[in-house]
Each structure stands twice: as structure tokens, then as C-alpha cells.
């Protein structure tokens, strides 16, 4: 069984940044894709940005040139760097991971925007 564990989220100022940290542990044999997602009030759950173990990025429309996600194969960890943040990147962001036969879910963290 693998376990995300979410960190960094809070409350940031419209236009500021922050960093969300994700990190993997337990039965893991190898990762093939990393991502954030995130939910908003009264909105689906929509997927922010992607990492492959091979470093190939996908990110939805509305974070392209402000996201940045990354990915630390050897320790199991992605992160999400988010510059010129904006209201309504409000949202509970979660980490997911998956690999051949299992995928895993973080349990999530608020992410606050003041403007």
C-alpha cells in the first residue's frame, strides 16, 4: 500500500507563490506518474499539472506559465511551485501517484487565496 503525504499549503496573497510538497511511502515498486489535482468550492475535481518518471509535463490551461511541477524519482516526491497566484486558484489540491496496477491518493491541503 503507498501512502501521499501533502504539504505547504496555506493562505498566500494574490500573486504571490507557494510550494506544495508531496511525498510517497510504503509498498513501492515504481511510479509512473505524479500530479496535483485540485477541488474547488462547488466545483469537480480537475487535474493542475502531471509528471511522468520520465520528466514529460502536462498542466491544465489555466496554470500554464505560472505552475511548475516537479518530481525527485529517487525520494518518491513531487512538488508544485505556483507563481502569480491568482483568487481562483482556491482550492484543496491533492496529490496523486500511480503505477503498473495501484494508484494512491493524498488526503489533500487548503490552498487560500487573499486578494
Do not use: H
Not at 2 to 25: K, N, P, T, Y
Not at 59 to 73: L, P
Not at 84 to 109: I, L, R
Amino acid at each position: 500500500q503507498v501512502q501521499l503525504v501533502e504539504s505547504g499549503g496555506g493562505l498566500v496573497q494574490a500573486g504571490g507563490s507557494l510550494r506544495l510538497s508531496c511525498a510517497a511511502s510504503g509498498s513501492i515498486f515504481s511510479i509512473t506518474v505524479m500530479a496535483w489535482y485540485r477541488r474547488a468550492p462547488g466545483k469537480q475535481r480537475e487535474l493542475v499539472a502531471a509528471i511522468t518518471s520520465g520528466g514529460a509535463t502536462d498542466y491544465a490551461d489555466s496554470v500554464k506559465g505560472r505552475f511548475t511541477i516537479s518530481r525527485d524519482n529517487a525520494k518518491n516526491t513531487v512538488d508544485l511551485q505556483m507563481n502569480s497566484v491568482k483568487p481562483e486558484d482556491a482550492a484543496v489540491y491533492y496529490c496523486y501517484a500511480d503505477g503498473s496496477w495501484w494508484n494512491a491518493w493524498g488526503q489533500g491541503t487548503q490552498v487560500t487565496v487573499s486578494s
